[in-house]
């Protein structure tokens, strides 16, 4: 039987896609590597949301058909955002790809990799494998390939929002929730399998339930898996500022399973910048709801997603961002410089510097680096829980463990460093910060 090497790029929510076409060609007998060298078939899951994950994506792809050109590979299968985005230039542009799967057919996979066997591609149109992305949410399960103690569990797919600077809508879809009953279920079978951390993913999580129930539901979601025996952490990504309620605080503040990070992508604090970006909210919302969490959820960790150089931004309005950044003191900030977007309402705005766009986002992660450090420095000496994700070897100690306590989400916000001379063997551990060291925390078990 034929090996397929799988490579997956981008979101989260696009590693559930992946891990659900690996089950489902692992039930077909296909074997499953996470190798790129001497395979049949590679699949690539892209991400094309913005210029850089466009540009990594085809960086990936022309490897891979240099690969194939020294029959190091097989066939190539490109799925995912960027061909849904381009489906009618990236074949016209690299016809060296044998298939390209949109975001609303990933659970055809197993037939994609049929036709390249039967050989039933004989055309351009052969190679195009495209359904409705509007569709309900996948219920297909998964092969997890993050690890064997946290993982990501989707909720809802696809956008309703229409931000000015975003094609997600274009590549996603509508919103979609899935049924409470099926999440819960995943939930529950994740934990039996020995997961203890689930992190719920959704393009606006505090949306959920809107479109099946015609209320919001996430309150009453994150009761129920709340209430799941041995689920340890539930961690929330992302969380819409004009969508949270009195109701959505206290389950959060009085739950001992709901990790207190909050993930709320606000792009800006400049009211005239929010309304060209359609944002729902302004200024005064976005700061009332981070004095509400901080007062009412003690020692909440908030991050957020900032936009720097929107077409029109001005220095005043950047500014103003950077006052409002050195003010609220968000423990971790994603910035971006503004990426034209096809298809998207900003493009139809005034034509903007990409140099100043970056050199703002530059200034941005500057002070951001800086707020951190602080923050990192102040942690020294304080307790906190953390799971163990692995172990190094060191020269000067027996082993430093990785870990991570509820203030680091994986694979964004890095890890906490644990000195110790004796084997640790639980995956929870209590620790005591001993020192912040160039933006790394170190840390002792208790």
Avoid at 10 to 38: D, H, P, W
Avoid at 383 to 402: D, F, Q, S, W
Wanted: aromatic share 6%; glycine share 6%; hydrophobic share 40%.
């Amino acid at each position: 039987m034929k090996t397929i090497g799988v490579i997956s790029l981008g979101c989260s929510k696009n590693r559930v896609n992946t891990e659900q076409m690996m089950f489902l060609l692992s039930q077909a007998g296909y074997t499953i590597t996470g190798e790129t060298e001497v395979v049949d078939i590679v699949l690539l899951n892209t991400c094309g949301f913005i210029d850089d994950a466009k540009s990594e994506a085809i960086e990936t792809i022309m490897e891979l058909v240099a690969a194939k050109k020294d029959h190091r590979v097989g066939k190539i299968i490109v799925a995912g955002c960027l061909p849904q985005r381009e489906k009618d230039k990236v074949l016209k542009e690299i016809p060296e790809i044998d298939a390209i799967v949109g975001t609303g057919s990933f659970d055809d996979i197993v037939n994609v990799v049929e036709s390249l066997e039967n050989q039933d591609v004989s055309s351009v149109d052969d190679k195009l494998f495209f359904a409705d992305i509007d569709a309900p949410v996948s219920e297909t399960p998964r092969i997890l390939s993050t690890s064997d103690t946290w993982a990501y569990i989707k909720i809802a797919e696809g956008c309703d929002n229409r931000c000015a600077f975003c094609s997600i809508p274009d590549i996603r879809g509508k919103f979609r929730s899935r049924p409470m009953e099926n999440i819960v279920s995943e939930a529950k079978a994740l934990v039996d399998s020995g997961i203890r951390e689930l992190i719920l993913v959704a393009q606006d999580l505090t949306r959920y339930g809107i479109d099946l129930y015609g209320k919001r539901k996430l309150s009453e979601l994150l009761r129920k898996l709340n209430n799941i025996e041995n689920l340890k952490w539930i961690r929330l990504h992302y969380l819409y500022p004009d969508q949270f309620d009195d109701e959505l605080i206290d389950v959060i503040a009085k739950s001992g399973k709901i990790l207190k990070y909050l993930d709320i992508p606000i792009q800006h604090i400049n009211d005239e910048i929010l309304r060209k970006m359609n944002r729902r909210g302004g200024s005064k919302d976005i700061k009332k709801l981070f004095s509400q969490l901080r007062e009412r959820v003690p020692g909440v960790v908030l991050r957020t997603s900032l936009i720097t150089g929107l077409p029109g931004e001005s220095k005043a309005e950047f500014e103003e961002l950077c006052d409002f950044i050195r003010e609220v003191k968000i423990e971790r900030v994603g910035v971006f410089a503004y990426s034209p977007e096809d298809g998207t309402a900003a493009t139809k705005m005034d034509r903007s510097s990409k140099e100043v766009a970056e050199q703002r986002a530059a200034k941005l992660l500057d002070i951001q680096s800086e707020l951190m450090q602080s923050w990192n420095e102040s942690r020294v000496g304080t307790k906190t829980t953390v799971l163990i994700e692995g172990v190094e070897i060191h020269e000067n100690y027996a082993e430093r463990y990785i870990a991570r306590s509820y203030a680091e989400s994986p694979d964004i916000d890095g890890y906490i460093e644990v000195e110790t001379t004796s084997p640790i063997t639980s995956r929870f551990l209590d620790i005591i910060i001993t020192s912040a060291e160039n933006g790394r925390l170190i840390g002792e078990p208790i």
